[in-house]
Nanobody, 120 residues
Framework: QVQLVESGGGLVQAGGSLRVSCAAS????????MAWFRQAPEKTREFVAA????????YYADSAKGRFTISRDKSKNTVYLQMRSLKSEDTAVYYC?????????????WGQGTQVTVSS
């Protein structure tokens, strides 16, 4: 059973930086793509960034472009989200997700989330 464990969330002042991590574990599994989503209070979950595991191609939501960087460490099965110039509207629970196959239509596994709070 694949498990995703996020870490690194916390409280940061507006304009500051924070890096969240997500480690995948649980036996033998394939990773096609990993991503970060977030959900703010009373809002629906939204896509933030994704990275393909093999080639490292990256994708970003408009709100993340230029401020957030997604990266991965294949040796550790870990994906990172470096967030800079944080704004109060970035406050949310951040979830990582894993897609096991290129033919999958959705992410197969999700983490439990890590809270990021940006104070203004």
């Amino acid at each position: 059973q694949v498990q995703l464990v996020e870490s690194g969330g916390g409280l940061v002042q507006a304009g500051g930086s924070l890096r969240v991590s997500c480690a995948a574990s649980g036996g033998t599994f394939n990773i096609y793509k990993m991503a970060w989503f977030r959900q703010a209070p009373e809002k629906t979950r939204e896509f933030v960034a994704a990275i393909t595991w093999s080639g490292g191609a990256t994708y970003y939501a408009d709100s993340a472009k230029g401020r957030f960087t997604i990266s991965r460490d294949k040796s550790k099965n870990t994906v990172y989200l470096q967030m800079r110039s944080l704004k109060s509207e970035d406050t949310a629970v951040y979830y990582c997700a894993l897609m096991t196959s290129v033919v999958a239509t959705s992410y197969d596994h999700w983490g439990q989330g890590t809270q990021v709070t940006v104070s203004s």
